[in-house]
C-alpha cells in the first residue's frame, strides 16, 4: 500500500473540508466533528488505510497533484508542497511576471528603442524552480505551523539543503562551513512571507 504522509494527508483532507464540507467527511469515516477538526490541526492522525482513503478522494475531488523538492537526495516530507493555496501562490506570481514583461515590451515597442526592448526581452516570465519550491514551502510549513529557518532573500533550511539559495550565493564550501553562520537565526512568519509574496507580485 501507498504510504501517504501526515502532511499529504491534511492538505488532502482540507481541501474535501472546503469543497465538501466537514460533515461530509464525518459521514464518510464514521467520526465526530471533533475528529475531523484534530486530524486538520495535526493533533491526531488516523490510520494509514484512512489517509490513503482521502489522499484517493481528494485526488478525485481535484486536488492538485503534490510536488515534492528533493533535499539530501531524496524526497522528503519536509519538501513536499501539496496544498493547492501554496501551488497557487506560485502561479500568481508566475502570471504577475508575465504582465511585466509583457507591459515592458509594449513600452519598448512605443519608444522604438533596441536597448529598451533588449532588456525587456530578458526580464523572466517566471520563478526558477528553486524561488518557487522556496515559496511555495514556506507557506506549507507555515500552515502546518512548523516555520522553517530562512535567509534574507527568501532561502529556507529544509533538512540539510537550502531552497531558493540566490545563484550568486551558491557556496561549494569546505568542511565544516555553514551556509547560515553568515546570517543571524531567524524564522520564517507570515508577514516575512506576505511580504515576499506581495514584492514579487507588485500588490
Known sequence: MTRTSSNIFRARLEFLVEEQGIEQQMRQYGVTRRT???WLRG???P??????SVRRRGLTAGAPQAQQVRTRGRFTQEGTIARGGSLNAVASINRRMRRVRQAEMRRARRTGSERQ???ARMLPTRLTQDEAAAIAIRRERLV???PGRVGPSGEIQVGGDIVG???AQEYEGEDGYDYWDDYPEQYDEWDAWRADY??????
Open 165 to 167: 539559495e540566490p545563484p
Open 198 to 203: 506581495a514584492a514579487r507580485t507588485g500588490t
Open 43 to 45: 493533533d491526531t492522525t
Open 117 to 119: 526592448m533588449r532588456a
Open 36 to 38: 475531523v477538526q484534530r
Open 144 to 146: 502546518a505551523g512548523e
Open 47 to 52: 490510520s494509514q488505510a484512512r489517509r490513503e
